[in-house]
T-cell receptor
Framework: DSGVTQTPKHLITATGQRVTLRCSPR?????VYWYQQSLDQGLQFLIQ???????AKGNILERFSAQQFPDLHSELNLSSLELGDSALYFC??????????????FGPGTRLLVL | SQQGEEDPQALSIQEGENATMNCSYK?????LQWYRQNSGRGLVHLIL?????REKHSGRLRVTLDTSKKSSSLLITASRAADTASYFC????????????FGSGTRLQVQP
């Protein structure tokens, strides 16, 4: 158990819908990262937050957005869903962004299926 | 886009044998990490090696890093059936962004 929790574990929805994925980082971790894992694209970085502020963006679509709240939990919002958005979405956390060797701890993931 | 490529894509060995997986990457890095993923589940961190390190050990794991060749290898000694999983290398791209860029993974099957 990494200490990172994600809800829900599974999500089935229809095209055009909007969903929210939730992540609680390990106690004491200030950074939260979101990754998407799909069969065709592999594991890809989406976005990072540090202590409530957006720190870095990766291959995140404009239909997707995220935020980190004062209690440090984070939510990833996916809207106007398409079939191709079906994937595993992982959240990871780490202590901070400083330093050159930081382990990221991953949650169990949310499996999204868009029908 | 994928930073790294793992080689081989799939590996099948017998219990007790050693398994070696290789990873190549494209840009300069601060560190390289190896993760294990069991069948569509979460990623488990195995080991981190910094760019100024050449070799690191953790239990039955041995990781090497050659920054001149932009490559790393993960050796699992005396493999067990429980080691069956996909293994990914991930690099911190050195820009300070700290996001990880993952390779395509090696699927390891350890036959009991």
């Amino acid at each position: 158990d990494s200490g990172v929790t994600q809800t829900p574990k599974h999500l089935i929805t229809a095209t055009g819908q909007r969903v929210t994925l939730r992540c609680s980082p390990r106690s004491g971790d200030l950074s939260v990262y979101w990754y998407q894992q799909s069969l065709d694209q592999g594991l890809q970085f989406l976005i990072q937050y540090y202590n409530g502020e957006e720190r870095a963006k990766g291959n995140i679509l404009e239909r997707f957005s995220a935020q980190q709240f004062p209690d440090l939990h984070s939510e990833l919002n996916l809207s106007s869903l398409e079939l191709g958005d079906s994937a595993l979405y992982f959240c990871a956390s780490s202590v901070a962004t400083a330093g050159v060797g930081e382990t990221q701890y991953f949650g169990p993931g949310t499996r999204l299926l868009v029908l | 886009s994928q930073q790294g490529e793992e080689d081989p894509q799939a590996l099948s060995i017998q219990e007790g044998e050693n398994a070696t997986m290789n990873c190549s990457y494209k840009t300069s890095i601060n560190n390289l990490q190896w993760y294990r993923q069991n069948s569509g589940r979460g990623l488990v961190h195995l080991i981190l090696i910094r760019s100024n390190e050449r070799e690191k050990h953790s239990g039955r794991l041995r990781v090497t890093l050659d920054t001149s060749k932009k490559s790393s290898s993960l050796l699992i000694t005396a493999s067990r059936a429980a080691d069956t999983a996909s293994y990914f290398c991930a690099t911190d791209d050195g820009t300070g962004r700290r996001a990880l860029t993952f390779g395509s993974g090696t699927r390891l099957q350890v036959q009991p």
